[in-house]
């Protein structure tokens, strides 16, 4: 069993920043494919980044340029640095994993965009 726990969410003013973490157990990180998802009021899930275990890396158009996934494989974490922040960024932001074939999903951290 995986357990992925979310950090770092918060409030913040439009063009700030944050970094979220995701920290999974279990001893196979390094060979996830981790992801973070967002959803926000009224609206479907939708992805914003993806990395794999070797370390591609996808990103939704909408925070192309402005968000960075990464991961240390060493710290089983997955983060998400995301800069120039918008009003349209605030969702709950999950962590996604899939490790050996199963969806693993976090909690949910929410980020709020407002002045």
């Known amino acids: 069993q995986v357990q992925l726990v979310e950090s770092g969410g918060g409030l913040v003013q439009p063009g700030g920043s944050l970094r979220l973490a995701c920290a999974a157990s279990?001893?196979?990180?390094?060979?996830?494919?981790m992801a973070w998802y967002r959803q926000a009021p009224g609206k479907q899930r939708e992805l914003v980044a993806h990395?794999?275990?070797?370390?591609?890396?996808n990103y939704a158009d909408p925070v192309k340029g402005r968000f960075a996934i990464s991961r240390h494989n060493a710290k089983n974490t997955v983060y998400l640095q995301m800069n120039s922040l918008k009003p349209e960024d605030t969702a709950v932001y999950c962590c996604q994993g899939n490790f050996i074939g199963t969806d693993y999903w976090g909690q949910g951290t929410q980020v709020t965009v407002s002045a």
């Open positions: 279990g001893r196979m990180f390094s060979s996830a494919h």
């Open positions: 990395i794999t275990s070797v370390g591609t890396i």
